[in-house]
């Protein structure tokens, strides 16, 4: 049992690591010419080809696919999937205008609206231990963010697509834990990265009939692909299972420290103590909210 729940921890925490690298990548594509609808652009498409390859090599398990997907059930993943795309078209368009570290910090705010959303649906006030969290979320915000820092100029559009991020964000992780959940990982991966493809087409639409440079594709297509829509959710789905949602939430909670050192150490950008203290203060608040589930 322990030696699942530890397999299952290293599945979750190199998925949220995979994440973790993915805006220092889209902003080194940047610092090279390329564009936000380049690098969406090929990252879904070769997402897609992908999980395209892996699922008709999949092996098929006779327990999940007794009621086969219709083209009505393809359709509400494909529907979903759309707030993936548009989470990584807001996400990229962040990180364009503000620091990695301050994007993601942002991005993260989807653990509050998350909570927000879960109040509106479910017409129910939050439990204390949600409601302190989200208030530790919000300082540490205001510390990860530099927003007390008198000296810098703070940057609202980048901020503005941050939030967008985060709202879209939180769609995608409640369609991902409710619509077509029957169905294998993998195809409802497929579908839902189909989405994203479609929506993300139709945004550049202009952008693929002119000046589109083909060659992100070999420079840095593949790779941000992999680290963004192909090994994540495989980890994760693998991961999940053995950890439960509370620990596995926990354990993602990696990809905040991840974004920030890599953006440390390959882009050089500046990280204060004040900001540390931020993303201290954010880690202590995901932890405190999924304890209980953890526990339980």
């Known amino acids: 049992m322990k030696n ?45 080809l ?15 696919e007794t009621k086969p997907s219709g083209i009505k059930s393809n359709l509400r993943l494909m529907l979903a999937g759309t707030s993936m795309g548009l989470t990584s078209v807001f996400y990229y368009m962040s990180v364009k205008f503000i620091p990695v570290s301050v994007a993601i910090v942002l991005l993260m705010q989807t653990v509050w ?12 006030m939050p439990e204390m231990r949600k409601i302190l969290s989200v208030l530790i979320i919000l300082v540490g915000t205001i510390l990860a963010t530099n927003l ?4 810098i100029t703070i940057n609202w559009e980048g901020f503005g697509w941050g ?7 939180t769609a995608t992780m409640y369609s991902s834990n409710n619509i077509e959940i029957n169905l294998p990982p993998q195809k409802r991966s497929l579908y839902m990265i189909l989405g994203g493809l479609i929506v993300i087409a139709l945004i550049f639409n202009a952008s693929l009939r002119e000046g589109f440079s083909y060659s992100i594709l070999l420079r840095w297509g593949i790779l941000i692909s992999l680290f963004g829509t192909i090994l994540p959710p495989l980890l994760f789905t693998r991961g ?4 439960g949602i509370g620990l596995g939430a926990i354990i993602a909670a990696i990809e905040i420290p991840v974004t920030i050192l890599m953006a440390y150490i390959w882009l050089k950008e500046p990280v204060n103590f004040l900001q540390w ?15 209980e589930q ?3």
Request: aromatic letters at 8%; hydrophobic letters at 55%.
């Open 4 to 48: 699942n729940v530890l397999k299952g921890s290293l599945f979750i925490a190199l998925g949220a690591s995979s994440f973790g690298m993915l805006a220092t990548f889209v902003k080194m594509a940047y610092q090279e010419g390329f564009t936000t609808a380049e690098v969406t652009l090929s990252q879904f498409g070769l997402g897609f």
């Open 50 to 64: 992908g999980l395209l390859i892996l699922n008709l090599f999949r092996k098929r398990n006779p327990v999940q």
């Open 113 to 124: 609206i998350g909570v927000l959303v879960e109040m509106i649906v479910h017409k129910k």
């Open 148 to 151: 007390l820092k008198e000296t």
């Open 163 to 169: 939030i967008l991020a985060a709202i879209s964000y």
């Open 240 to 243: 999940m299972p053995l950890t």
């Open 277 to 291: 203290t931020g993303v201290i203060l954010i880690l202590s608040a995901i932890i405190v909210m999924n304890l």
């Open 294 to 296: 953890k526990k339980n």
